[in-house]
Nanobody, 122 residues
Framework: VQLVESGGGLVQPGGSVSLSCAAS????????IGWFRQAPGKEREGVSC????????FYASSVKGRFTISRDNNEKTVTLQLTGLKPEDTASYYC????????????????WGQGTQVTVSS
């Protein structure tokens, strides 16, 4: 199982960035896949999850309306579009699975990638 994230960087408050996750070594279209984030000294925080077929999406309350998750099962990629970024969104973002409809407080991830850093600062 391999999940490789890319696309992070330094973004100004209010800005946008797109994160991508490339999946290999398993059949990603069999699984709901999501994202969590972790800031230094803080607990892991679920961000979003998308169903195996991509027809259902779920978000943490802290990001709902600002982040959008999508997937392309042909390309074996999952994308997280972050908009309206705030300094408190600064964290390492990890692609992970399994996940489900409950994102807030979810701790059942079994596989994740190496993460990509998003820093929101002026």
């Amino acid at each position: 199982v391999q999940l490789v994230e890319s696309g992070g960087g330094l973004v100004q408050p209010g800005g946008s960035v797109s994160l991508s996750c490339a999946a290999s070594g398993f059949k990603p279209d069999y699984y709901a896949i999501g994202w969590f984030r972790q800031a230094p000294g803080k607990e892991r925080e679920g961000v979003s999850c998308i169903s195996a077929s991509g027809d259902r999406t779920f978000y943490a309350s802290s990001v709902k309306g600002r982040f959008t998750i999508s997937r392309d099962n042909n390309e074996k990629t999952v994308t997280l579009q972050l908009t309206g970024l705030k300094p408190e969104d600064t964290a390492s973002y990890y692609c992970a699975f399994p996940c489900g409809p409950v994102v807030d407080g979810y701790e059942g991830y079994e596989y994740w990638g190496q993460g990509t850093q998003v820093t929101v600062s002026s």
